[in-house]
C-alpha cells in the first residue's frame, strides 16, 4: 500500500511513517518546511519527501504510483481545512484520515497490546524511558517516541513484539483515539486552549482516555486534579518502586523514570533492582538537556511546568557554574493563557534571555505579546532582558561559554526554532 504522510516532519507524523515503512508499505510525504526531522526522515530511507504542500506536488507523486491512504497531521486541517493536497485526495477519492486510524489499524492487526504514555509534560522522556527499558532487556517492542534518541529510531515496527509503546498527545483530542492496555499519566495541567476552551474541558478528556484504558499508573497529583479516586484501575507508582534511590538528575526526570519501572515491572516481572539499574544507565533524548556543544544544553521546555522540571534538572548539573537560560516560547497563542504562571519559573538562574515568541497556529486576531511584557510578570524580573534571535544573541552565548557558565535553551518548535539556530551556529565546536 501507498501511503501519503502530510506534515511528515512532525515528531508523530514521522515515526508513524517510519513504522508503516517497516511494515511493508511505500512511503511517500509533504511539508511546508524542511528541519532536521525531514534531513533525519531522509537518512532513514524516507526519501520521497516534498518541501511545499501543493497540488502539483501531490498530482506527480500520485501519477507515478497511485496513492492509498492520504494520512495529515492535525496541524495540516487546523491551519487550513481546504489544503491544497486534501482537495486533490478528495477529488481522487483517496482514503483520508488522521494518523490514529491508521497506527490502530496496524496496532489491532498484528494484536499488539498499547502501552500508551499521555500527560502535559513529561512523556516524551517517559516513553524513552520504557523504550530503553525493553531494548536492554532484549524484549522486542515496536514505538513511537517524539524525539530521536540514542538507542534507536524514532518508530520503530518489530513484529516479534507484544507490546506497542505510544507517546499518546492530547492535541486535537488525538489521545482519545485509542484503548490502552496501560496508559501512564506523567502531569496534567491545561494546555492547547484553542482546543479545550476551559481546564474542565482539558480535565474531562483525561478522564475519558483514563477510562479508556484497562489500567492506568499516574501520580497522586494528578488523581487529585482529574478529581479522581485511586482504585485497581487507576493507581500510583508502588511504594517499593518510589523508595529506591534513582542517579538521574532532576526530581521531574525522576518521577517519569518510577512511572516507566512501575508499568516494565508489571509487564514483565523482572527483578526492581535490574530494571533501577538499567535506568540509572538511562542516556537521555535529543532536546531533553542535551548537550550540543561544550556547556551549551537544549531542552524542549516551553510551558511554566515543563520549565520548572528542565529547571530542577539544570540546577543538579549546573552545581557551581553560572546557569544561564535563553527562552523561546512555543506560539503567542499559549502566552495569552499563561502569562502570569511564569512568575517562579526560573528560580536558580543568573541570567534569563527571553527571545520572540515561535509562531505556529495562531490566532490572527491576537496581539503579539512582547519578550518585555512577559518579563514584567517575573518574581526575579531584574535577572531576565529581552533579546531577539540574532548576531548579538550569538555573540552574548559566546561570552557565557567562554567564561564557563552553563547555558540552557529552552524551547518548543520544529523548523526554524531557536534550537535549531543553535545547532546550526554552535554545534560544529562541540568536541
Known amino acids: 500500500m501507498h501511503i501519503f504522510f502530510s506534515g511528515i516532519g512532525g515528531t508523530a507524523i514521522g515515526p508513524l511513517a517510519m513504522i508503516a515503512k517497516q511494515a511493508g508499505h511505500e512511503i511517500s510525504g509533504s511539508d511546508k518546511q524542511d528541519s532536521e526531522y525531514i534531513k533525519y526522515l531522509r537518512k532513514n530511507g524516507l526519501d520521497n519527501i516534498h518541501i511545499g504542500q501543493s497540488k502539483e506536488a501531490i498530482t506527480a507523486t500520485h501519477d507515478k504510483n497511485p496513492i492509498d491512504w492520504f494520512v495529515y497531521s492535525s496541524a495540516v486541517s487546523i491551519e487550513n481545512p481546504d489544503a491544497p493536497e486534501m482537495m486533490f485526495c478528495a477529488e481522487q477519492h483517496i482514503r483520508t484520515s488522521k494518523r490514529d486510524e491508521l497506527l490502530n489499524l496496524i496496532i489491532s492487526g498484528e494484536n499488539l497490546k498499547l502501552v500508551a504514555v499521555a500527560g502535559t509534560h513529561?512523556?516524551?522522556?517517559?516513553?524513552?524511558?520504557?523504550?530503553?527499558?525493553?531494548?536492554?532487556?532484549?524484549?522486542?517492542?515496536?514505538?513511537?517516541?517524539?524525539?530521536?534518541?540514542?538507542?534507536?529510531?524514532?518508530?520503530?515496527?518489530?513484529?516479534?513484539?507484544?507490546?506497542?509503546?505510544?507517546?499518546?498527545?492530547?492535541?486535537?483530542?488525538?489521545?482519545?483515539?485509542?484503548?490502552?492496555?496501560?496508559?501512564?499519566?506523567?502531569?496534567?495541567?491545561?494546555?492547547?486552549?484553542?482546543?479545550?476552551?476551559?481546564?474542565?474541558?482539558?480535565?474531562?478528556?483525561?478522564?475519558?482516555?483514563?477510562?479508556?484504558?484497562?489500567?492506568?499508573?499516574?501520580?497522586?497529583?494528578?488523581?487529585?486534579?482529574?478529581?479522581?479516586?485511586?482504585?485497581?484501575?487507576?493507581?500510583?507508582?508502588?511504594?517499593?518502586?518510589?523508595?529506591?534511590?534513582?542517579?538521574?538528575?532532576?526530581?521531574?526526570?525522576?518521577?517519569?523514570?518510577?512511572?516507566?519501572?512501575?508499568?516494565?515491572?508489571?509487564?514483565?516481572?523482572?527483578?526492581?533492582?535490574?530494571?533501577?539499574?538499567?535506568?540509572?544507565?538511562?542516556?537521555?533524548?535529543?532536546?531533553?538537556?542535551?548537550?550540543?556543544?561544550?556547556?551549551?544544553?537544549?531542552?524542549?521546555?516551553?510551558?511554566?511546568?515543563?520549565?520548572?522540571?528542565?529547571?530542577?534538572?539544570?540546577?543538579?548539573?549546573?552545581?557551581?557554574?553560572?546557569?544561564?537560560?535563553?527562552?523561546?516560547?512555543?506560539?503567542?497563542?499559549?502566552?495569552?493563557?499563561?502569562?502570569?504562571?511564569?512568575?517562579?519559573?526560573?528560580?536558580?538562574?543568573?541570567?534569563?534571555?527571553?527571545?520572540?515568541?515561535?509562531?505556529?497556529?495562531?490566532?490572527?486576531?491576537?496581539?503579539?505579546?512582547?519578550?518585555?511584557?512577559m518579563i514584567s510578570r517575573l518574581d526575579n524580573s531584574d535577572i531576565a532582558e529581552a533579546q531577539e534571535r540574532d548576531e548579538r544573541l550569538q555573540i552574548i552565548i559566546e561570552g557565557h561559554l567562554k567564561n564557563g557558565d552553563m547555558v540552557v535553551a529552552m524551547a518548543g518548535g520544529g523548523g526554524d526554532s531557536l534550537d535549531e539556530w543553535l545547532r546550526a551556529n554552535f554545534v560544529s565546536s562541540k568536541t
Open 122 to 373: 513529561g512523556k516524551t522522556t517517559t516513553t524513552a524511558m520504557l523504550v530503553w527499558l525493553f531494548k536492554q532487556l532484549d524484549l522486542p517492542v515496536s514505538y513511537s517516541v517524539g524525539a530521536k534518541i540514542p538507542f534507536g529510531d524514532m518508530g520503530q515496527y518489530d513484529a516479534a513484539s507484544e507490546y506497542f509503546v505510544l507517546e499518546c498527545d492530547e492535541f486535537d483530542r488525538n489521545f482519545l483515539a485509542y484503548e490502552p492496555y496501560l496508559s501512564l499519566i506523567t502531569g496534567v495541567s491545561w494546555d492547547h486552549h484553542e482546543i479545550f476552551p476551559t481546564r474542565e474541558d482539558y480535565q474531562m478528556a483525561f478522564k475519558e482516555f483514563i477510562e479508556q484504558s484497562v489500567k492506568t499508573v499516574a501520580w497522586p497529583a494528578d488523581i487529585f486534579y482529574l478529581e479522581l479516586t485511586s482504585n485497581s484501575k487507576l493507581y500510583a507508582p508502588s511504594d517499593e518502586v518510589t523508595s529506591t534511590p534513582l542517579k538521574i538528575p532532576g526530581e521531574f526526570n525522576r518521577q517519569d523514570a518510577f512511572l516507566a519501572i512501575q508499568a516494565i515491572q508489571e509487564l514483565t516481572n523482572e527483578p526492581l533492582e535490574k530494571l533501577i539499574d538499567i535506568m540509572n544507565a538511562f542516556p537521555g533524548l535529543q532536546r531533553r538537556m542535551e548537550e550540543i556543544a561544550p556547556h551549551l544544553y537544549s531542552d524542549y521546555a516551553h510551558t511554566p511546568e515543563k520549565i520548572r522540571g528542565a529547571m530542577s534538572v539544570a540546577l543538579e548539573m549546573a552545581a557551581d557554574k553560572k546557569l544561564v537560560v535563553v527562552y523561546e516560547p512555543l506560539t503567542n497563542r499559549r502566552q495569552h493563557y499563561m502569562i502570569d504562571d511564569y512568575k517562579d519559573c526560573f528560580e536558580g538562574a543568573d541570567k534569563v534571555y527571553w527571545i520572540p515568541s515561535y509562531l505556529a497556529r495562531e490566532d490572527p486576531d491576537q496581539r503579539i505579546i512582547t519578550p518585555g511584557e
